[in-house]
């Protein structure tokens, strides 16, 4: 195993990796090769991951597209129109 010194860090880098490390039950020192390790080695499989995302979502939206369903703001006008309908009667019958 090599032997890595890292100098010259600002005070806000360091307790923030010390802070970073107490979150996730570790040394300060085994967060930085967690940390260093994702960046160089692991990072691949969470780019993988999120492209296959990308991907399945990508296929939803072509496979949905046209279907003429109708956009969240209207949903929302139309449900807070009959809840004020709704109010309103309930206000006229007392």
Aim: hydrophobic share 40%.
């Amino acid at each position: 195993m090599a032997t890595l010194t890292v100098r010259n860090l600002d005070e806000d880098v360091v307790r923030r990796l010390r802070m970073r490390a107490a979150e996730h039950g570790r040394s300060a020192e085994a967060e930085h090769r967690e940390i260093l390790r994702m960046a160089l080695v692991g990072g691949g499989e969470r780019r993988a991951a999120k492209q296959e995302a990308a991907d399945r979502l990508a296929e939803f939206r072509r496979r949905t597209a046209g279907r003429g369903s109708p956009a969240a703001a209207e949903l929302l006008h139309e449900a807070r129109a009959e809840r004020m309908q709704a109010l309103a009667g309930a206000n006229d019958s007392g």
